[in-house]
């Protein structure tokens, strides 16, 4: 665990690579793996919520909390990645070949709930500690 907490490098790589996939016109993932940047990789079906912003909102999460540990930071760590996966999903409204979804936004907000959720839920039952 302390991997995280001496190289926040990790944190900020996976937040640049966030950021600059999803200001990309289009899908450089679909681009690259299919050919065409229209079409979006799908990791599973959606169900309500959109499923690849679920977990990448998740890993995102996670990393953070693994990283920032202290409680100030943790506090501006949930506010950051709340603005972070509305933000993300607004400036869709004016990039081309992106599209903004309700289904999206949820999905990114879902990720960072469950994982507060769950942190919040080893803290208060003592899962690891000793």
């Given at each position: 665990m302390k991997l995280f907490y001496n190289y926040k490098i990790l944190f900020y790589s996976i937040n640049f690579a966030l950021i600059f996939l999803y200001l990309f016109p289009g899908s450089l993932i679909g681009q690259l793996l299919y050919g065409s940047k229209k079409i979006q990789p799908q990791i599973t079906p959606d169900f309500i919520i959109s499923s690849n912003h679920f977990y990448v909102f998740v890993l995102v999460s996670i990393v953070g909390f693994l990283t920032f540990t202290k409680l100030n930071?943790?506090?501006?760590?949930?506010?950051?990645?709340?603005?972070?996966?509305?933000?993300?999903?607004?400036?869709?409204?004016?990039?081309?070949?992106?599209?903004?979804?309700?289904?999206?936004?949820?999905?990114?907000?879902?990720?960072?709930i469950v994982v507060i959720l769950i942190r919040n839920l080893i803290n208060k039952y003592g899962v690891f500690k000793k």
């Open positions: 930071q943790m506090k501006i760590l949930i506010i950051y990645l709340i603005l972070l996966s509305i933000v993300l999903e607004l400036f869709h409204l004016i990039i081309p070949e992106r599209s903004f979804q309700w289904s999206d936004i949820f999905g990114n907000l879902i990720g960072v």
